[in-house]
């Protein structure tokens, strides 16, 4: 039997931030939880103003024998680093190779060794720690020991800043050795793991003590003397297995440091955090027109199409007309933006009899992603113009200390969390209007990340502040097309107030554009 | 800068009557008309994708109608020169087709008035004749969107301007909106009424011996 299965039990990720509420007693807790997913305030920018991500995951390897406290010292050092971004643990379990029938059979039996390196899929466990070291996302293959068999389903991971694989191997294969930024290997007394193992399976597994010691000297001890303890040699460190609060301390410094040194050395590089910050552009002005050309598209300017503006521009608009005629314009502005989509000659008959040429859609798969809250009134739009389409969401929110954009929710549909699919996937990526750029920017990049292609992006939006971050962004992603039905002039820094009640009164700063149409989502929602 | 398509309506061929304006012919419209043209297109599909060319035949429409400079502030407190709908409008379906493109319709114009037509073709005559029509009281004195989604010989068609004008409705302010329509049609049609705006989705190449417009799509109301 491997490490430390979980009987019946899926790795299914936990929403995090409780786990200080654990016990900390390694017997106790050490199968509670195995790929775990810890997500704190929300992500700020991971990528400079080219676009380019700026930093890499940082990624720690955790080796040791079985029970011999690796998801303890994960859990330490996640406690001790405090308020960081997204954090996942990694379990190796999750990497357990697919299994003929005949190979169930023996493992039901208790006769296949799982505590042997050639029972994990080290290319896909290395693979999937390169994807996440660089900020893409993976799909975590899902074991069931039940079953013993790999299931269909995955684990879908995405945004982590630190990313800790533990395992027994998780030392072995060179491979996932060149991914790690530290190395660590936790150290344990043979008497004491054994103990451990005995006191955790009788109780917990109902197994007997002659049981768990059969496997103990048939698969459990040798695994050990062959293949796990000579990897502590690859380790940057050795951490004592119990009463190790010193090493957890030193380490936890270094990654501290580590983090603050890639923050320092790149701060420089992020993306501006006003529109002022930005450097002049390098064309002679944001006006020229061969900038303009290729990827911002305004919708020819009819008669309709201006009194509709006026209409929505009008602060006296009436709620249910402003509704109205904001999904009337999310129409237009769909029905604009898929005419980018690209198409094949296709000859249908008629119910005449008739052969007639025609076209068809040329794409596996057409998404549209909203960016939360005011990216929603185009929805409407998007399912008038492509019929059962599918729609994620990405939570934006400007983070009142720095100004930041910070990544608080990714909900993808499932053709963009697929790799795989992702390059062939068109995406419409929707928001209200594009003022500072810098949810637009983020939302991008997430999408990049998932491996759609730049050209297969359209940003599709009511209004685009022509001082704003439009600039830097076009710059940044120059084949992603961004459809809009008006341009304004101006980006101006207000204040609004969030009135709680009476005597709590929150201000908070933004950016509106002149003349706007004021803030669209509340006016379509509240 | 560039724009989708500049020209609002496609400049029509020169053997096309001038009051006749097409949708522009992007790829995107012709993918539109593929499905709807193919007999083996389920009907829920044939809905969806009917309903989305309507709606961009009543936008295209609709930029025939005036409008006047009207300024607004805007919720930032900034003024904004734009522009505002001027004249009334009102749907008339010419039945049973038309009917289908009612809900297109008011997708784009919200609670608009609709009047209907029943013209069916007199056995004795051989001609069109009127049998029912219902129409809001002051139509005289609005902008009318005339629905009918064929325009095959153009029979009922010029028997429901005729009607239209009957009930004091100036020629240049009807504005006859389908999917499809033949040379012939068109050509019937604007010879007879030349100030009458005629929005068409795509021009088909002619008609067969039984007058259905070829390819087509077959009966439109019995598709819905």
Known sequence: MSDTPEDGMPNVPLDGGNFGSLPSSTSTTIQALKNTVLKSHGRPPWYGQDGEPITDAFVIGVAGGSASGKTHVARQIVRSLGSIPTVVILSQDSFYKRHTPEEVALAMDNKIDFDHPDALDMPMFAQCLVDLKKCRQTNVPVYSFTEHQRLDETQYLYGAAIIIAEGIMALHDPALRAVYDLKIFVQCDSDLMLARRIRRDVKERGRSVEGVLDQYLRYVKPAYDNFVLPTSRYADIIVPGSDNHVAIELISTHIRRQLRERARHFRPNMVPRRPNDAPVPTETSSNSKEQRHHNLILLPQTAQLKGIYTILRDETTAKQDFIFFVDRLATLLIEAAVELLPFRPKSVETPCGVEA?????????????????????????????????????????????????????????????????AKDTWVFLLDAQIGTAASAFMAIRVLLDHGVLQDHIVFVTFLVADDGGVSTLRRAFPEVRIVTGAIDAHLRECWIEDATDENDIHRRKVWVIEPGMGQIGDRYYL | MATVNAPTSQTSPASVPPSVFTLPQTAQLEALYTIIRDKDTPRGEFLFYSDRIIRLLVEEGLNHLPVVPKTVTTPTGATYEGVGFEGKICGVSILRAGEAMEAGLREVCRSVRIGKILIQRDEETAQPKLFYSKFPQDIASRYVLLLDPMLATGGSAIKAVDVLKEQGVPEERIIFINLISSPEGLKNFCTKFPQTRVITGWIDKGLNEKAYIIPGLGDFGERR
Do not use: F, W
């Open chain 1, 357 to 421: 040429p025609g076209k068809e859609l040329e794409a596996h798969c057409v998404c549209g992603v909203t960016i939360q809250r005011s990216g929603g009134p185009l929805e409407r739009g998007l399912q008038r113009v492509i019929n059962d389409v599918l729609l994620g969401s990405l939570l934006v929110q400007t983070d009142p200390a720095t100004s930041e954009p910070l990544l608080l929710h990714v909900m993808l549909p499932k053709c963009v969390r697929d790799r795989g699919k």
